[in-house]
């Protein structure tokens, strides 16, 4: 039986729930491979659920909810007010985050919000779509990659008080 995915843009009275699968997903996409300390100085500080609700129609901050059947599935989060230096005067937009419940991985939900998170950055004249991710996380790597992003620089990225590097990977839209 094919699964039903349906992505719909989120509003602010979807908050909360955008708050809830952003914490549980990262907290299952990484806290195997991070200290309970920084994990949960990074949950209530730097990745709090206040933080996360305040996000959801803030300016420049385009929310998709990826629907698997009736069950919220996945989400991303897209950023349109910043990028990189290394993108000079170019228009972009940021793939900020980009998730899915460890039950739907392989269910088609990181390919729907991949494919909503291009279509409107493309509705957005944007030349470039850009992200950044863990070095070690492979699997996503080999995501971004079967879609077209490359490597174009790196960042460090806080995860509690442990400096972790990420990767910039960008693609081109126009």
Known sequence: MKSNIQ????????????????????????????????????????????ALIAEVGAPGNIFLMAWLD???AGY????????????GEASAIEIVRIYSEQAAIGKGVGKALMQAS????????????????????????EFYTKWGFEKF???IF?????????????????
């Open 7 to 50: 992505v719909t843009i989120a509003e602010p009275k979807d908050g909360e729930m955008i708050a809830d699968i952003s914490r549980r997903t990262f907290y299952d996409s990484f806290a195997a491979d991070n200290s309970k300390e920084n994990m949960d100085h990074f949950l209530n500080v730097q990745f709090s659920r206040e």
């Open 70 to 72: 009736t069950a919220l």
């Open 76 to 87: 991303a989060r897209l950023q349109d007010n910043s990028h990189p230096a290394e993108l």
């Open 118 to 141: 291009l279509d409107i950055a493309r509705e957005k004249n944007k030349a470039w779509i850009w992200l950044g991710v863990w070095e070690h996380n492979l699997r996503a790597i």
């Open 153 to 155: 620089g790196q960042h």
């Open 158 to 174: 806080m995860v509690g008080n442990d400096p972790q590097t990420d990767w910039y990977m960008k693609k081109k839209l126009a």
